[in-house]
């Protein structure tokens, strides 16, 4: 067992808002990742689903690859669409 000395409150208010500061910043960070993330995964998805069923100059090799990425682009988005409502 500790002994702590009591916490003044102008200290105690300063820490608290100090706090709310800090989480207001993590979760504006988190955003930014987010969107970042899905502008890239969602530019990603345009350009594969164009090249693998759109462009009709792309070579048997590229629409393959462009395939490739689509199908685990969806089979990602399928998985943490599941997640997020089992995990609920």
Do not use: H, N
């Amino acid at each position: 067992m500790s002994v702590t000395p009591e916490e003044d409150p102008t200290d105690k208010a300063a820490r608290i808002k100090r706090e709310e500061r800090s989480a207001l910043i993590e979760d504006c960070k988190g955003i930014a990742v987010f969107v970042v993330l899905l502008i890239g995964i969602s530019g990603l998805g345009v350009i594969s689903a164009y090249e693998g069923l759109f462009d009709p100059a792309a070579s048997a090799d590229t629409k393959r690859w462009s395939q490739t990425i689509l199908s685990s682009l969806v089979a990602a988005s399928i998985s943490f669409l599941i997640g997020r409502k089992v995990g609920k």
